[in-house]
């Protein structure tokens, strides 16, 4: 059965084409991974199907009776909402009856006779419907679920507005799980989810008995939780069964199989170009000559099959600092409130540190309060010699108006626009990126965009806050090699433990700083 039919699906941004002639088919209890190098159009397709975007041409065709839950990139909460009241609002029908029902009994004190005995027969419907719903034990589910996910250890009244845009997200997603719609739609989940409450949604996904579209870039992740892969490329849908390492043996042979037929015409070609120029001008000859410019002029070209874009990145050592990058005693991390216990630690000229730990528990405000764009609760932050520092801030940019060549060229002005436009390629950004406003750049081409400013600068220290969030396969790997090349010292933050595990020296857990409960 399917519930979701898409049909010859067209759409673009100006000159630029993302989807073309594109079909897709969702059936019931599948479990899809779509995938596809940055802004290739998952997102946008997203958009489209759940109707927040018109296609060009084509048709969006869902079952009767579906309901959908989608937790994109961008989503957004109300100042002023508790966390407790946005995940209540996943049950906004059952609370909207039980005010009816108190609405009735409170109309009973003034009916009588049929009109009281129509009130107590709804209010006693309602009732037993929001028994039968687990109406009565809500707060318990939502209080289970939020805690799997670590929104607990934040604290369910806290207002929505305070917290970071990790914890805004868990909350959307915490609230699509409890209304358990019959369809999930998830784009890149995973980005502000450590690694203990992604082993969590792995779980649940792999268990759930409902059909869902996911877009991920963590492979392992996509892995094992999904039954078929759609690859969207150069604004065409291709499936395959199976999860991502399957995908990847069909279409290398895939790919195979193209470059071969384009080889073989090719050879054609020039053989028939080669007779025809030899014999068109014999008597003999010619009507043979004639008839194979026919068939050469009815041949459907094949195109040479193009290879992606493929980044290139490189950090610029600067100048050797000091033996201690940093080093800090009796630090207490925190804005209004103590987050940890006082620590004293040092980071050395070449360390290769990994931070990790529990969402909320003061990994950015680690960073920044090292840099001194944030001042500790109390304690000291003892900055070395001749540090040249480059940090790579979580979610920065996203609002910028400056296209992405404007961007690198109002940071490096003595540049020349061939220069600029070098740069934005070596990082993998086409013609259509490096022109495109940053806002409107998909968050892997706007993270591209922004290691391409670290690396227009010599450094001796990468100061890095989830580096890998948005970005693809491609750039995921290009990005590790280049830090494990980097002879500097670098601190990162970072959700996926196979993409540091074997090149960082030394991580630091700071759930073993926390005053939280965890």
């Known amino acids: 059965m399917s519930l979701l039919t898409v049909e010859n699906v067209t759409h673009g941004f100006g000159a630029r084409q993302i989807l073309e002639d594109a079909s897709f088919r969702l059936l019931k209890g599948e479990h899809i991974g779509l995938i596809g190098a940055n802004g290739e159009g998952k997102s946008t397709f997203l958009n489209i199907i759940t109707g927040q975007l018109e296609p060009d041409e084509g048709n969006i065709i869902w079952s009767r009776h579906v309901t959908t839950g989608y937790l994109d990139q961008h989503s957004t909460l109300k100042k002023g909402m508790t966390i407790r009241n946005a995940l209540q609002g996943a049950f906004k029908n059952m609370f909207d009856l039980e005010q009816e029902m108190l609405a009735l009994y409170e109309s009973m004190g003034t009916s009588e006779g049929d009109a009281l005995n129509d009130m107590m027969e709804d209010a006693g419907e309602i009732q037993h419907i929001l028994e039968e719903s687990g109406f009565y034990t809500l707060d318990a589910k939502i209080e289970e679920v939020a805690n799997a996910l670590g929104l607990g250890s934040i604290g369910l009244d806290k207002d929505v507005a305070d917290l970071s845009g990790g914890q805004r997200t868990k909350v959307l997603l915490v609230k699509l799980l409890l209304e358990n719609p019959s369809i999930l739609i998830l784009d890149e989940p995973t980005n502000f989810l450590d690694h203990e409450h992604i082993e969590w949604l792995k779980r649940y996904l792999q268990e759930y008995e409902n059909a869902f579209i996911l877009v991920s870039h963590d492979i392992p992740f996509l892995n094992s939780v999904v039954n078929v892969i759609y690859h969207l490329d150069e604004g065409n849908l291709s499936r395959y069964t199976g999860d991502y390492t399957n995908f990847q043996r069909m279409n290398e042979i895939k790919r195979g199989q193209a470059q071969n037929a384009y080889e073989r015409q090719k050879q054609e070609i020039e053989k028939m170009e080669d007779f025809i120029s030899r014999n068109k001008a014999r008597v003999a000859t010619r009507g043979m000559a004639n ?36 080093e800090c005693e009796n630090l207490v991390l925190g804005y209004d409130e103590a987050l940890t216990k006082p620590v004293t630690f040092a980071l050395e000229r070449g360390q290769k540190i990994a931070i990790t730990g529990t969402n909320g528990l003061g990994k950015t ?67 259509d990126h490096i022109t495109s406003q940053m806002k409107v750049l998909s968050g892997g081409e706007n993270a591209k965009v922004r290691l391409c400013k670290l690396m227009q600068r010599e450094t001796n220290w990468l100061v890095l806050d989830e580096p890998t969030n948005h970005l693809d396969v491609d750039a ?43």
């Open 291 to 326: 008839s194979r410019q026919k068939r050469l002029d009815k041949m459907d070209v094949l195109e040479r099959p193009r290879e992606k874009p493929k980044p290139s990145f490189e950090f610029h050592p600067a100048r050797t600092p000091s033996r201690f990058i940093v």
């Open 365 to 431: 405000t680690l960073l920044k309060t090292i840099l001194g764009t944030l001042e500790p609760i109390s304690g000291t932050v003892a900055l070395g010699d001749f540090l040249s520092p480059a940090y790579f801030e979580q979610e920065s940019g996203r609002d910028s108006s400056n296209t992405a060549h404007a961007e690198i060229w109002n940071e490096f002005p003595s540049y020349t626009n061939g220069e600029v436009r070098s740069a934005l390629a070596k990082c993998g950004l086409t013609n």
């Open 476 to 518: 995921k790997e290009e990005l590790k090699r280049a830090l494990e090349a980097f002879k500097g010292t670098i601190l990162i933050v970072c959700h996926e433990p196979e993409f540091y595990s074997d090149w960082i020296t030394d991580v630091w857990n700071v759930e073993d700083w926390t005053l939280k409960i965890i």
